[in-house]
């Protein structure tokens, strides 16, 4: 059974830093590349950033380059985003995915 499993949402200042975390089971992580999505109130959901079987393939959306960072642990199972100089506008559910499955979300909300 698979499960991807996001932890570290929270309520965080403009400006501020959130590390979320994607705890995966089921399958053999190493052989899937991992994304992070996300869903804003009332906006489609968007691909934040997708990381390769062995993180050597690395992609962002435009609206988040230089201030999230991607990475994965293949021991630990887990795929992590590292968000930095957060604005109120990255305000969403962020879900974790691999192909063909998604995570429940975690809710990020950047607010003073």
């Known amino acids: 059974q698979v499960l991807l499993v996001e932890s570290g949402g929270g309520l965080v200042q403009p400006g501020g830093s959130l590390r979320l975390s994607c705890a995966a089971s089921?399958?053999?992580?190493?052989?899937?590349?991992m994304s992070w999505y996300r869903q804003a109130p009332g906006k489609d959901r968007e691909l934040v950033a997708s990381i390769s079987r062995y993180g050597d393939i690395i992609n962002y959306a435009d609206s988040v380059k230089g201030r999230f960072t991607i990475s994965r642990d293949n021991v630990k199972n887990t795929v992590n985003l590292q968000m930095n100089s957060l604005k109120p506008e990255d305000t969403a559910v962020y879900y974790c995915?691999?192909?063909?499955?998604w995570g429940k979300g975690t809710l990020v909300t950047v607010s003073s």
């Open positions: 995915q691999r192909v063909g499955y």
């Open positions: 089921g399958f053999t992580f190493s052989n899937y590349a």
